[in-house]
């Protein structure tokens, strides 16, 4: 199969792009470029869940680790969709997305101990107690 020379040339690629993609060929498809053809190939993995034993920031956890849940509608009758969002915020000025990573080590990881993370509990009861009035 040739493949067009030409960058300008992109009704050439489209239409070798689309015959790679009808290919029933049991290796990945092959790009333009010679390369293979990532969005070809179908779709990625999910990400395993994250649990203390593959995700070093929930072994304490560490203190330098956030995570938030958010609820949307998902647009049908079964009702919403939930997506957790995961940060490391050691540097005071900058935290590093860790939503689509499982981090398996990492040098600056900092648990709480047991005392601190009870103390942090008894602060969120008080509050919710106040609240509640």
């Not at 015959?19 to 053809?37: I, N, Q, T, Y």
């Not at 593959?54 to 956890?61: E, T």
């Amino acid at each position: 199969m040739d493949y067009p020379d030409d960058e300008d040339n992109t009704e050439e690629a489209i239409e070798i792009l689309n015959k790679l993609m009808e290919s029933k060929s049991s290796m990945p498809p092959v790009a333009p470029d010679g390369g293979f053809a990532p969005a070809l190939l179908g779709e990625a993995e999910s990400i395993p869940e994250a649990t203390e034993v593959n995700f070093v920031c929930l072994r304490g956890p560490c203190r330098h680790y956030m995570q938030y849940m958010t609820w949307f509608p998902a647009g049908n009758t079964e009702g919403t969709f939930s997506q957790i969002t995961r940060y490391c915020c050691k540097l005071p000025t900058k935290h590093i997305d860790l939503t689509e990573e499982l981090v398996r080590d990492c040098n600056q990881w900092d648990p709480y101990v047991e005392l601190e993370r009870q103390r942090l509990e008894d602060h969120r009861q008080a509050y919710l107690a106040k609240k509640k009035g």
